[in-house]
């Protein structure tokens, strides 16, 4: 029973904005109260609050808040604050392999911002994820690379907590004596930054690890020490831990009704916490006094509630105690089949947290890191006796170059008279030797001259030859180039007819400009029945190979929508996200992992008038019939490439449309388009363009789209595939 990382902030007036923001919401404003980076930070402060309160279901709903706005406003650090967040919620709720999950995303989020402050902090939080499964070693390496981080930078309070969290390891692995080392050098560090809470969590540690080694007495006194910070902040998590702790140590101390008390407290805090580790933790506890006290009927019932909360946290630590308990139980009742049943799962969750091997990979690991450290201080001290050695040799080699100096000036100026002597008898000599020169070089002259006539023969038929070959290159360009054109023909085939669109969207436009004569950008429509579904779609290249990824996704399209009739948004990227990977095989050759499509997908249904929008790292622009610009962004991973999570989900979002409305799908190849200057178009220019021509037929918004393009284009050479999907209902 540990508390490892707590944030620190107890705010409930953030609460209350939270609040008002919810409801806010619940109304559909049309004005934002404040900006998407003032509501991000809001809502980012409010979960911290929550955290902090124990309110973990309602941590991770804000969160969810927090990080959509997060998104619409760029703010990246806020992304990667607000995963590792969420992550310390589902942690704190016992689930670990999703804590897991949204750490190691923020992790990647940190290191992508090389915000090393931030790293440092979620390799400690998956150490503990990890510790909490018995994955000591793995828990221990993350520690270790989360201290050296904070050691580089000096962060004290970072240090403290690693250094703690690396006791806790020791702990669990029974050496008592390294746990305690580990925890006073954390209790130091943070004393002296006069950090309560953090010292409150040192005094729980230490009091455990006394607890272990038989000195409960001593255990006892560094509890009490740590429930007056505790009752001091209020902070429910480490009083529901303390009163755990002594009541268990008052029940083996033989004080009964002392220790109900104390555990009675702990179960009424982690029952309203509803986290299924510490659940675990006080139902063993009371099992454990009521076992002690021969109410066995009373301890099976805390034993069992505590398996279940154990299992669902996958606690193998917890469960090695639970089943010994269990064992013992059935034991003293006779029934010999159940306690053995229990014996054997306490050896295997025993076995899977404490063995040798486990035991020597936590001594290497800390050998490395006590060796990477001396190695670095020999370092420093070697530089600092290199650079004296240096400064000692430089002021040497100073006065050696002063005298060396001075002597070669005086045996210049002795050389130069003797110099000048000596040329001036060679004068005559070197003038006789022209003469001789010169005719000899008229000799040379001729001699080249009948060289050059015969090069100039040589160089007429190596152009003769330079001509054919030229010829030859020309041909085998023009099939090459008559291919392509082929398979523009065969792209354009695919591509929806235009009666097709007008037949449903009597008002669009369709921008659709190749930069190699082929395309990996492309568009795709479908009907059926009452709903009308619309893509538009960016694929990894362009030329050839961006038309071979387009050829894939049509089909794909095709056969996701038309054959197997699914017709939702969110579920048609995830399959054809899935068909994508399968098709290019990447999950075998990481060579085709890059490979991906951006994709811009939105489902109208003619019954209901609404539109449903599913995006993968593309955003869906809508002006309303009154002008008002929005902009609904898809989620920020793309179909297909590279996929670190162990399933890729896409999300729905449901649109009303009114008569009037226009809708624009788009790639990213028009606002990236470069300029004389390399400057790019940009994004916002484009939805100002948008909003500006919104009330034109979409024919003459697409006029004026291209005027634009070609405006800033100004000659320059397209740099990507470009294409513009623009719908009025």
């Not at 990890?130 to 070693?137: A, F, M, T, V």
């Not at 010292?199 to 230490?206: D, H």
């Not at 009490?224 to 009752?231: F, G, R, V, Y």
């Not at 290019?584 to 990481?590: A, F, G, S, V």
Request: with cysteine.
């Amino acid at each position: 029973m540990r508390i490892l990382f707590r944030y620190k902030q107890i705010a409930i007036v953030l609460v209350a904005i939270a609040s008002m923001l919810f409801a806010i919401d619940g109304l559909h404003a049309q004005t934002p109260l404040n900006s998407d980076s003032l509501r991000c930070e809001a809502y980012i402060n409010s979960t911290d609050s929550l955290l902090d309160l124990g309110e973990y279901h309602q941590a991770l709903g804000t969160a969810s808040l927090a990080l959509s706005y997060a998104e619409k406003s760029g703010h990246l650090n806020g992304i990667a604050l607000i995963l590792t967040l969420k992550g310390y919620a589902y942690r704190a709720l016992g689930e670990n392999y999703k804590a897991l999950e949204m750490f190691t995303v923020a992790l990647e989020n940190y290191q992508a911002l090389n915000n090393e402050k931030g790293e440092a902090s979620v390799l400690n939080q998956i150490g503990a994820v990890y510790r909490l499964q018995g994955s000591y070693p793995k828990a221990l390496e993350y520690y270790l690379s989360s201290l050296r981080i904070y050691e580089r930078l000096n962060v004290k309070s970072g240090i403290a907590s690693t250094l703690n969290n690396i006791g806790i390891v020791y702990l669990y692995q029974k050496d008592y004596d390294r746990a305690l080392d580990y925890y006073n050098r954390s209790l130091m560090l943070e004393q002296e930054l006069n950090n309560e809470e953090s010292i409150s969590t040192s005094y729980i540690n230490i009091g455990e690890a006394y607890k272990e080694k038989g000195q409960v007495n001593r255990a006892l006194d560094y509890y009490l020490k740590a429930l007056q910070i505790a009752k001091k902040y209020d902070d429910p998590d480490a009083l529901g831990v303390l009163y755990n702790e002594i009541g268990s140590i008052y029940s083996e101390l033989g004080n009964s009704k002392l220790a109900y008390s104390y555990l009675k407290e702990s179960l009424s805090i982690f029952e309203g916490m509803k986290s299924k580790s510490r659940l675990a933790e006080i139902h063993l506890s009371l099992g454990k006094h009521y076992l002690s006290a021969s109410n066995r009927g009373k301890a099976l019932q805390h034993l069992i509630i505590a398996q279940n909360n154990a299992s669902a946290s996958k606690s193998n630590e917890l469960l090695a105690k639970i089943n010994f308990l269990l064992s013992k139980c059935y034991q003293q009742q006779g029934n010999y089949k159940l306690a053995y049943t229990h014996y054997q799962q306490h050896i295997a969750f025993r076995d899977s947290t404490y063995n040798k091997e486990s035991t020597r990979k936590l001594v290497q690991a800390e050998m490395l890191h006590q060796f990477e450290k001396q190695q670095q201080e020999q370092k420093m001290l070697q530089d600092r006796k290199d650079s004296i050695t240096a400064a000692a040799k430089y002021r040497q080699t100073l006065f050696r170059n002063f005298l060396l100096i001075a002597v070669l000036l005086l045996l210049l100026v002795v050389l130069a008279g003797f110099v000048a002597l000596k040329q001036k008898q060679k004068a005559n000599e070197t003038l006789a030797e022209h003469q001789k020169q010169i005719l000899e070089k008229n000799e040379e002259l001729l001699q080249q001259q009948e060289e050059i006539l015969s090069q100039r023969d040589e160089i007429e038929h190596k152009n003769q030859i330079l001509e054919h070959s030229q010829k030859i290159i020309a041909a085998k360009n023009d099939r090459i180039i008559s291919s392509i054109e082929y398979a523009q023909t065969i792209q354009e085939a695919i591509l929806p007819k235009e009666n097709l669109l007008k037949g449903v969207f009597a008002d669009h436009f369709i921008v659709f400009l190749p930069k190699d004569i082929v395309s990996g950008d492309f568009y795709w429509f479908s009907t059926s029945g009452e709903k009308q579904f619309i893509a538009v779609i960016d694929c990894t290249g362009h030329g050839v190979p961006g038309s071979f990824m387009s050829m894939i996704g049509n089909t794909l399209l095709n056969q996701i929508v038309n054959e197997w009739q699914t017709h939702d948004p969110a579920l048609i990227l995830e399959y054809l996200h899935d068909k994508v990977r399968k098709a290019l095989k990447q999950d075998e050759d990481d060579k085709k992992s890059h490979m991906s499509m951006d994709v811009a997908l939105l489902v109208y249904n003619t019954q209901t008038q609404k539109v449903t929008y599913a995006g993968a790292r593309r955003p869906l622009y809508i002006v309303n019939k009154d002008g008002l610009f929005s902009r609904i962004p898809g989620d920020p991973r793309s179909v297909g490439g590279f996929q670190p999570e162990k399933k890729r989900y896409f999300t729905n979002q449901i649109i009303d449309i009114e008569k009037g409305d226009s809708l624009y799908l788009t790639t990213d190849g028009y606002s990236d388009q470069m300029d004389l200057f390399m400057k790019k178009f940009g994004i916002k220019p484009l939805t100002e363009l948008l909003v500006k021509n919104y009330k034109h037929p979409m024919e003459r918004q697409k006029t004026a789209l291209l005027n634009a393009y070609r405006a800033h284009k100004a000659g320059c050479e397209q740099i990507d595939d470009i294409c513009i999907l623009g719908i009025r209902f």
